[in-house]
Every structure is written in structure tokens, then in C-alpha cells.
């Protein structure tokens, strides 16, 4: 498995996350179909690059979170590859949101920047939350993935 991090934010910070985020692609490989010698990219951005890349893309005109790109876009695909190296996507995390979001939810930055990259990695993998059958089935294996990882705990 490898995972490749760009830094676009400036903060050097960001580049910490490398073992955490390796722990859970062990950990969704353990849990999913995804193939042992995946690839992803993760690109840390400022919420100004994420809010251009929501709507030039999604045409969502705001800020978010998290997007991912998948170079596959179901389960049943993904699945298809074989023997084949699996490039995953790229999944674009917005700094400030996880900073904003881990003290609105009374955790800690890293839970946040991890619950991220498991949500990104998700939808690379093709899980949604677009129906709510589907999304009791991928918060549930999130919640799977992380907690034992990342503690719930509140934030320093």
C-alpha cells in the first residue's frame, strides 16, 4: 500500500499523518475488498482551493471537507481490477475543516483529519451515502475502521 501526501496548505503539520493514515488503509484492507498493494494520494488544502475545486468540479459553489476522486467508480468495478496495481484516486482534505470540525465535535484534530481520510478513502473504494441503507453501511464501517485507531477522545 502507498499513500502520496501534497501538502498544498503550507502547514507542515499536515505531513505528520502519513502512519496514521497508513494504519487505516491495513485496516480497511482488513474489512473491504480493497487489494493489498492500493495507491492513493492525499492533498492537504487551504478552504479557499477546496471551495474551487467543489464547484469547478462538483458545481457546488462553497467550501467542504473532503473530496475524493476515484479513478473507479463502484464496489463492482473497483472489485474487476485482478492482478492489477490498484490507483486508488486522490482525496483532497480541507485543513481548515478538520481544525473546525474536531472542536464542534469535541475530538481531536487527528480523529478529524482521520475520519476524513477514511471517509475520502470510502468513497475511492466506491461506498456512498446517498441512500440511507448505504449510509448506515459505510458510517458504520468508518466507524469500524477508526475507532480503535483514533480514540474518540476530547481534544487536548
Keep these: 500500500m502507498e499513500i502520496t501526501i501534497c501538502n498544498q496548505c503550507g502547514e507542515e503539520r499536515w505531513d505528520e499523518c502519513r502512519a496514521d493514515f497508513e494504519a487505516v488503509l491495513r485496516r480497511t484492507a482488513e474489512r473491504t475488498q480493497m487489494q493489498e498493494d492500493a495507491c492513493v494520494s492525499v492533498i492537504f488544502v487551504t ?10 468540479y462538483r458545481g457546488i459553489d462553497r467550501p467542504t471537507d473532503v ?15 485482478g492482478g492489477e496495481e490498484a490507483e486508488l484516486g486522490d ?4 485543513v481548515q475543516a478538520v481544525k473546525t470540525q474536531a472542536e ?5 484534530q487527528r480523529r ?10 470510502l468513497h ?10 448505504d449510509e ?18 476530547a481534544a487536548a
Design 47 to 56: 478552504p479557499e482551493q477546496i471551495h474551487a475545486i467543489n464547484r469547478d
Design 67 to 81: 473530496i475524493s476522486f476515484a479513478l473507479h467508480d463502484t464496489v463492482e468495478e473497483y472489485e474487476m481490477l
Design 91 to 94: 482525496i483532497f482534505i480541507n
Design 104 to 108: 464542534e465535535d469535541g475530538h481531536s
Design 112 to 121: 478529524e483529519g482521520c475520519f476524513l481520510f477514511t471517509h475520502g478513502l
Design 124 to 133: 475511492l473504494l466506491g461506498y456512498d451515502h446517498m441512500e440511507e441503507a
Design 136 to 153: 448506515k453501511v459505510m458510517f458504520s464501517l468508518q466507524d469500524e475502521i477508526l475507532d480503535e485507531l483514533v480514540k474518540r477522545e
